[in-house]
């Protein structure tokens, strides 16, 4: 018999589809995880708030409030991680195309041992001891422990795996990144696709612009990226 405390990861499934999400919640509960449930999109919100997840299970085909939406105002205050589940291929590619900052994407039929591998990774990387030591690169500063950059002072509002993939490319500055490796540094045990990896770094990117770093990344054609210094 699992115990569960205050300490036990707790994950919100947002999906419409009640059988499915019991379906989750059952699997989920079973590897010890607790669980809250939200049938639409308002909802949704609500216990993101309220219950502060670890981590957000966030189906798109939602009522009121699609995925889409609560997945942009989730990261407008917060960088909990989210996997997205979809049905469709479209979808995926919207998510893809707006860069909203998902971390991980699972795609319906899904199986729930596979979804609760993806949990079981991406909190993984949220537990994860980096290394100690601030990163820095002219103005931009990175603190791994706690899990910080900033520029000049200003916090950089990153997701995890956006974090994730700064980190590793100032730690090993002028080094050129495949997209592979990148992939298994933002989203290890995945099965997501190597233009995930370009997703995340437009959206950081357009962050990095917005701070004063517009050419803190470089495109390599036909390679990868890296981040260049003089």
Same mark, same amino acid.
């Given at each position: 018999?699992?115990?569960?405390?205050?300490?036990?990861? +707790? @994950? #919100? @499934?947002?999906? %419409?589809?009640?059988?499915?999400?019991?379906v989750l919640e059952g699997y989920l509960k079973r590897d010890g995880y607790r669980t809250e449930v939200a049938l639409d999109g308002e909802r949704a919100l609500e216990?993101?708030?309220?219950?502060?997840?670890?981590?957000?299970?966030?189906?798109?085909? +939602?009522?009121?409030?699609?995925?889409?939406?609560?997945?942009?105002?989730?990261?407008?205050?917060?960088?909990?991680?989210? @996997?997205?589940?979809?049905?469709?291929?479209?979808?995926? %590619?919207?998510? +893809? /195309?707006?860069?909203?900052?998902?971390?991980?994407?699972?795609?319906?039929?899904?199986?729930?041992?596979?979804?609760?591998?993806?949990?079981?990774?991406?909190?993984?990387?949220?537990?994860?001891?980096?290394?100690?030591?601030?990163?820095?690169?002219?103005?931009?500063? @990175?603190?791994?422990?706690?899990?910080?950059?900033?520029?000049?002072?200003?916090?950089?509002?990153?997701?995890?795996?956006?974090?994730?993939? #700064?980190?590793?490319?100032?730690?090993?500055?002028?080094?050129?990144?495949?997209?592979?490796?990148?992939?298994?540094?933002?989203?290890?045990?995945?099965?997501?696709?190597?233009?995930?990896?370009?997703?995340?770094?437009?959206?950081?990117?357009?962050? +990095?612009?917005?701070? /004063?770093?517009?050419?803190? #990344?470089?495109?390599?054609?036909?390679?990868?990226?890296?981040?260049?210094?003089?």
């Amino acid at each position: 018999m699992n115990i569960v405390s205050n300490a036990t990861p +707790l @994950i #919100l @499934i947002v999906e %419409d589809e009640p059988h499915i999400a019991q379906v989750l919640e059952g699997y989920l509960k079973r590897d010890g995880y607790r669980t809250e449930v939200a049938l639409d999109g308002e909802r949704a919100l609500e216990l993101h708030r309220a219950a502060k997840p670890d981590l957000v299970l966030l189906d798109v085909q +939602l009522p009121k409030l699609d995925g889409l939406e609560v997945l942009k105002r989730i990261r407008a205050v917060a960088s909990t991680p989210v @996997i997205m589940v979809t049905a469709m291929a479209e979808d995926l %590619d919207k998510l +893809l /195309g707006l860069r909203l900052g998902a971390d991980d994407y699972v795609v319906k039929p899904f199986s729930p041992l596979e979804v609760v591998a993806r949990v079981r990774a991406v909190l993984r990387r949220t537990a994860q001891q980096p290394v100690v030591t601030v990163v820095r690169v002219g103005e931009l500063e @990175i603190d791994p422990v706690g899990m910080v950059a900033s520029v000049g002072g200003s916090r950089l509002d990153l997701t995890l795996t956006e974090f994730k993939l #700064l980190e590793t490319l100032c730690r090993h500055t002028n080094r050129t990144f495949t997209r592979t490796e990148l992939l298994e540094v933002a989203v290890p045990d995945s099965e997501a696709l190597e233009r995930v990896v370009d997703a995340h770094l437009a959206n950081l990117r357009k962050k +990095l612009e917005r701070s /004063g770093l517009p050419n803190l #990344l470089e495109t390599v054609r036909g390679v990868g990226y890296r981040v260049w210094v003089n």
